[in-house]
Nanobody
Framework: EVQLQASGGGLVQTGGSLRLSCAVS????????IGWFRQAPGKEREGVSC????????FYSNSVKGRFTVSREDAKDIVYMQMNSLKPEDTAVYYC?????????????????????WGQGTLVTVSS
């Protein structure tokens, strides 16, 4: 069974940092790109970052570029997202998801329907 489990969320002050983890099982991680999405109350799910299967390509939304860094450790079946300089507008439930393939591109990585399996989400709250 394919499973993804996001963890590492919590409450942090503006300017603080958190590192999210996405632990996967039931498939070979290094065959797939993994994306991170977030959803704030009353808003649509938003693509935040994505890392290709090799780790050689990384994508970020404009809202997090320069503050968030996605990485992967295939030997441990974990994908990370380091979040620095957090802002109140980063408050959301964060999800990791498995991309339909290994090579996301600019036009596909942020589209939820390009992902076939999702984790349960972890809540990040940034206080002002």
């Amino acid at each position: 069974e394919v499973q993804l489990q996001a963890s590492g969320g919590g409450l942090v002050q503006t300017g603080g940092s958190l590192r999210l983890s996405c632990a996967v099982s039931g498939f070979t991680l290094d065959d797939f790109a993994i994306g991170w999405f977030r959803q704030a109350p009353g808003k649509e799910r938003e693509g935040v970052s994505c890392i290709s299967s090799s780790g050689g390509r990384k994508f970020y939304s404009n809202s997090v570029k320069g503050r968030f860094t996605v990485s992967r450790e295939d030997a441990k079946d974990i994908v990370y997202m380091q979040m620095n300089s957090l802002k109140p507008e980063d408050t959301a439930v964060y999800y990791c998801a498995r991309f339909l393939g290994s090579h996301p591109i600019v036009g596909t990585w942020a589209t939820p329907r390009q992902y076939d399996s999702w984790g349960q989400g972890t809540l990040v709250t940034v206080s002002s």
